[in-house]
T-cell receptor, first 112, second 117 residues
Framework: SQKIEQNSEALNIQEGKTATLTCNYT??????LQWYRQDPGRGPVFLLL?????KEKRKERLKVTFDTTLKQSLFHITASQPADSATYLC???????????FGSGTRLQVQP | GAVVSQHPSRVICKSGTSVKIECRSL??????MFWYRQFPKQSLMLMAT?????????EQGVEKDKFLINHASLTLSTLTVTSAHPEDSSFYIC?????????????FGPGTRLLVL
């Protein structure tokens, strides 16, 4: 069956450290993978998109990697700040489909 | 980024009544709009995809007669939960995209929390 797995346990890190979140998928052939941020009671906010032929994408303090062999994407936040505390969702678009399929998200808590 | 609004943000209704949720793209034309549902501590689950002027495409397991979707213009889509029951209580989120093509960024609304008593 198809699965998108993110660590369901919250990730607690100290301010200034790098947070690394993992997204693994099985039985998908995604052309694109996206990362979103979701705050409690709010809709997701788009952060980054990476294509299957791209290994890495950066935007300010954010970095995403995409390994289609391992079927994994890593999401990094460098120099993390308490304001980065939120749930981060990975989402992918399977070949031939337009809609996004979301992982369950990982909650990040950055301690001051 | 593009802005999507939803109305109402929160609604409480009695079992058996119908509730309409509006989703508007404020500064772009959303050719495609998506409706999701999110239960507590779970991920977003796609309910349906709608293109302006066309019938919505529903995901497996989603009752099209219960969740009526109308996408009459490029800036407005509505979701009507008919004869709502307590198990329909959830967080409903819409998103819009320009063409809805694979990989295109979707812009999400702030969500509507529905509580059916």
């Amino acid at each position: 069956s198809q699965k998108i797995e993110q660590n369901s346990e919250a990730l607690n890190i100290q301010e200034g450290k790098t947070a690394t979140l993992t997204c693994n998928y099985t039985n998908y052939s995604p052309a694109y993978l996206q990362w979103y941020r979701q705050d409690p009671g709010r809709g997701p906010v788009f952060l980054l998109l990476i294509r299957e032929n791209e290994k890495e994408k950066r935007k300010e303090r954010l970095k995403v990697t995409f390994d289609t062999t391992l079927k994994q994407s890593l999401f990094h936040i460098t120099a993390s700040q308490p304001a980065d505390s939120a749930t981060y969702l990975c989402a992918l678009t399977d070949t031939g489909r337009r809609a996004l399929t979301f992982g369950s998200g990982t909650r990040l808590q950055v301690q001051p | 980024g593009a802005v999507v609004s939803q109305h109402p943000s929160r609604v409480i209704c009695k079992s058996g009544t119908s509730v309409k949720i509006e989703c508007r793209s404020l500064d772009f034309q959303a050719t495609t709009m998506f409706w999701y549902r999110q239960f507590p501590k779970q991920s977003l689950m796609l309910m349906a995809t709608s293109n302006e002027g066309s019938k919505a495409t529903y995901e497996q397991g989603v009752e099209k007669d219960k969740f009526l979707i109308n996408h009459a213009s490029l800036t407005l889509s509505t979701l009507t939960v008919t004869s709502a029951h307590p198990e329909d209580s959830s967080f409903y989120i819409c998103s819009g995209s320009g063409s809805g093509g694979p990989g295109e960024t979707q812009y999400f609304g702030p969500g509507t929390r529905l509580l059916v008593l």
